[in-house]
């Protein structure tokens, strides 16, 4: 009978942490990127505001 309630108690654990985990995902703010005409996200505070990171470029022989 042992076997059997580790096993139904590793589940409940590993399905619980999976839902939290999912819970967490779906919390997180995205980003604004490609706003404002630019290719990449824009950084808005700090020292850097204004600065464009991950700007995307595509070369002519790539298209």
Same mark, same amino acid.
């Given at each position: 009978m042992g076997r059997?309630? /580790?096993?139904? $108690?590793? &589940?409940s654990r590993s399905k619980s942490q999976a839902e &939290?985990? $999912?819970k967490m995902q779906k919390?997180? /703010?995205a980003v604004e990127a490609n706003a404002n005409g630019t290719s990449g996200y824009r950084i808005k505070e700090g020292i850097n505001a204004g600065k464009v990171l991950k700007h995307l470029k595509k070369s002519p022989e790539n298209i």
């Open positions: 059997h309630t /580790k096993l139904l $108690n590793e &589940f &939290f985990l $999912n919390s997180r /703010k």
